[in-house]
């Protein structure tokens, strides 16, 4: 066997050649691919290159792996498993199925509170919300330095779905 040079292997060689390991021909590999079965063809021979084994050989009408075919299908199903893991975008945030809780410490009316928990009750009915009363000077220095009253009202204003909320400064 070759030495095997990684800056030179693609991962799109290897993703073709576990469809064509999963579907043992490359009309099968091709559709669950969504190519044309000589794209698949042509995309193995720089694998078989790159790692000295002809890895898939034609038996009439199926293609059958070499032993050392069978032997790397092993090792590559974990690195391409854990590369669509790592490579996934993440879920957008959708409050109906999230079971997440947030803690939220800022002095706000009881109104307000009632409001904002009841908006997260319905749009998000597994969200745990934790409010954390303490006196307004607790924040006073945050308020200062951060603007949190203003980032409050329009966060609070979204999840109650009013436009104005005061806030005693």
Known sequence: MKEIRHHRIDLNLLVVFEALMLE???TG????LNKTPSAVGHTLAPLREQV?????????RRMQA????????????????????????????DPMFSARSFRIACPIS???????VSKIQHSG?????EWLGAPAKIYEPSRKAFS?????????GFLTGSRRHKFRR
Do not use: C, H, Y
Not at 66 to 80: G, M, N, Q, V, W
Not at 125 to 129: E, F, R, S, V, Y
Not at 148 to 156: F, G, H, K, Q, S
């Open 110 to 116: 009881a109104k307000t509170l009632s409001d904002v």
């Open 148 to 156: 949190i009253w203003p980032i409050l009202a329009v966060t609070v």
């Open 24 to 26: 043992g021909s490359v």
């Open 52 to 60: 000295g084994d002809p890895l898939m050989v034609k038996v009439g």
């Open 66 to 93: 070499s032993p050392f075919a069978l032997k790397l299908i092993e090792d590559i199903r974990p690195i391409l498993s854990a590369s669509r893991r790592v490579l996934q975008l993440p879920a957008p945030f």
């Open 125 to 129: 009915p597994n969200i745990n919300i």
């Open 29 to 32: 590999a091709a559709t669950k």
